[in-house]
């Protein structure tokens, strides 16, 4: 085992990340995010036994709230391991190995998936988690760095001693915990080779709220690279390791921006975005996962805030509850009038996002 030494900011190791975690000095770094292999058999993934993967697990976590400054956060994204039909939601184990190791629990975010697999026999899966730990109570939190519109931004109170003022914060809200991000599958602008990469809209509010400008954030599984590309993008510091040396290369050439020999880039974000800085047409580059032309401009983009996939999911469920309470009420014409009651109710479904209290 090598001992902790001063490693290069802003480099992703091409390796395992335990052993490169041990040359990572202590109480060095602000923010660890990432999203560790699921342990499903994906194709940067060994199946191993639950048992096992949680062991291996634990050891990188050691790591992890070792090199964690006092004032540090770690977030850890996982979904659910399954095995023969049954499901375990992985945070639920990772949560006492997370307090064991004496870090303090957060928050548990919800990461809503609008689309999946649909399941047969059981509720198809649509959402995943995210725990965040610190470790200690004293840790950095900007609040007013990712508040999000109100619903009602300009709403202002009618009467009272507060008439005419505005009845909630101009700067908008706190996010909550339920998260509405899409992920990057087909369509969406950051799309690479990468079957499971982060949004970056999702790492920003991470970075931006627990990480103050020149902070260093860690991602021991970096994949292509998009929690590097966020945190340069917000002035932070970066550090990661990946094991893949094709993903390795798709996070550096990322992190570049240009376009390789070929005139290839790694995804249509950058592309874009080279386009943009330099003023060259799009329609001269390709970019690897490529299925129809290079969209000319981003307005053409599929890429949307989360305020208009909370808006969309909203709508889908108020239609699906419309749907359900139409259901009801045919099927229980000719019913005792105390099940036609009981369906009624059913109708007044409260909607999942309300309004926040003033
Ligand atoms: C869920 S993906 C992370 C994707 C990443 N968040 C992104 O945005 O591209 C997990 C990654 O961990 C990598 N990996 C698996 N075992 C590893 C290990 N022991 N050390 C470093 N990376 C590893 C896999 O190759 C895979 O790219």
Redo the contacts with the bound molecule.
């Keep these: 085992m090598s001992s902790p030494t001063q490693i290069s900011l802003d480099t992703i190791h091409l ?4 052993e ?1 975690l041990r040359t990572v000095p202590d109480n060095s770094v602000d923010c660890i995010v ?5 342990n499903i058999g ?1 194709e ?2 060994v199946r191993r036994a639950l048992k096992i993967y949680l062991e291996e697990q634990t050891a990188v976590l050691a790591e992890c709230a070792r090199v964690l400054k006092s004032s540090g956060s770690l977030f850890w994204q996982v979904g659910s391991y399954s095995a023969n039909g049954s499901l375990i939601p992985l945070d639920v184990r990772f949560f006492p190995i997370l307090e064991d190791l004496g870090l303090v629990p957060r928050n548990r975010m919800i990461w809503v998936r609008q689309h999946g697999l649909h399941a047969r026999n059981k509720f198809s899966a649509r959402y995943e988690t995210i725990l965040w730990f610190t470790k200690s109570d004293d840790y950095i939190f900007n609040l007013d760095a990712i508040r999000v519109p109100q619903k009602y931004q300009n709403k202002k109170s009618w009467r009272g001693e507060n008439k005419g003022e505005l009845t909630c914060n101009p700067l908008g809200k706190n996010p909550g915990d339920v998260w509405i991000f899409q992920n ?1 599958k087909h369509n969406h602008e950051e799309q ?1 080779i ?1 079957p ?3 949004p970056e809209d999702m790492i920003a509010r991470i970075v931006l709220a627990t990480t103050n400008a020149g902070g260093v954030v860690l ?9 590097a590309v966020t945190s340069r993008d917000l002035d932070r510091r970066y550090i990661g ?4 040396p094709s ?1 390795h290369a798709v ?1 550096l050439r990322r992190i570049a921006g240009t376009p390789d020999e070929n005139g290839y880039f790694p995804n249509l974000k950058t592309l874009r975005d080279y386009c943009e800085t330099h003023s060259e047409d799009p329609a001269k580059y390709r970019f690897d996962a490529q299925t129809a032309k290079v969209a000319s401009g981003r307005a053409k983009s599929r890429r949307f805030s989360e305020l208009h996939h909370l808006q969309e999911l909203e709508d889908r469920l108020r239609l699906e509850e419309g749907a359900f309470g139409d259901r009801l009420r045919s099927i229980s014409e000719g019913l005792p009038d105390i099940e036609r009651y009981r369906a009624k109710e059913l109708d007044e479904v409260p909607t999942l996002f309300e309004t926040e209290a003033v």
């Design positions: 390796g395992d990340c335990l490169w990432t999203s560790p292999p699921y994906k940067y993934e990057v690479t990468h499971a990469a982060f991602d021991p599984y970096m994949g292509t690279g998009t929690v390791a990946e094991i893949d993903y996070a």
